[in-house]
């Protein structure tokens, strides 16, 4: 059976431009956490030394992926879009170090055999997956003492939990519907650490001074900890 949010996301991708060929320090690859150019943490968050292997979970046109992989870090991304991963392998096409993928998240997650340093997403899959599924099986698949960070809009005021997001498509069609996962800063903390990550950080990191929108960007970071959970 056909996975409608593929299609619903090949539709979002013919929405976004390609990123800047550079950013506002002239740097041709760069790692951006929020919805704002310029702005926010990078790659730091992740604490990531040359040689380890991260996953990106919702991938997109890989900007984010392709920075790692200059790092000298085995980049792995997945992403459900055919046409973002289509984006990606035109822009990337000579970056070394990068690996991509088109499904699910959860599927593939339970298929590797690799333990990754480190695993993230931004306004990705950790956004559009039920939680009690995906925290589990982050955590088997991310070495004690690795961190899964992940940013996405803060939620709405009263508004927890599984939502609806409405993709535009073309103007005489109705919008596709995918579900995303919506929690304040402390509900995810203690979501997380409940699945046996011990060590969290979830804040809302105020927009961009430079632009003229003023939602936040929440972004939380969380260490697995040294013992296996039983679930």
Request: aromatic share 10%; with cysteine.
């Amino acid at each position: 059976m056909p996975d409608t949010r593929s299609a619903a996301w090949d539709d979002y991708s013919k929405t976004k431009p390609q990123r800047r060929t550079t950013n506002a320090r002239g740097e041709t690859t760069w790692f951006n956490w929020t919805q704002y150019a310029d702005h926010g943490p990078g790659v730091e968050a992740l604490a990531l030394r040359p040689g380890d292997t991260v996953l990106d979970l919702g991938c997109g046109s890989g900007g984010n992926l392709a920075h790692v992989a200059t790092l000298g870090i085995k980049a792995v991304g997945i992403d459900l879009s055919p046409k973002q991963l289509d984006k990606a392998r035109e822009r990337w096409s000579d970056m070394d170090g990068m690996e991509l993928h088109q499904g699910d998240a959860l599927t593939f997650l339970a298929d590797t055999f690799t333990i990754f340093d480190a695993i993230y997403s931004v306004f990705g899959a950790a956004w559009f997956t039920d939680p009690g599924l995906l925290l589990p099986i982050v955590h088997a698949n991310l070495k004690p003492g690795g961190v899964f960070a992940f940013s996405q809009r803060p939620p709405v005021e009263g508004c927890y939990g599984c939502q609806a997001s409405y993709i535009p498509r073309a103007d005489d069609e109705d919008p596709a519907i995918v579900k995303r996962w919506d929690y304040q800063p402390d509900i995810w903390s203690s979501l997380l650490k409940e699945y046996g990550f011990p060590d969290v950080t979830a804040t809302v990191l105020p927009a961009s001074k430079a632009d003229k929108r003023t939602t936040g960007t929440l972004l939380v970071r969380a260490v697995r900890g040294d013992e296996p959970q039983l679930f």
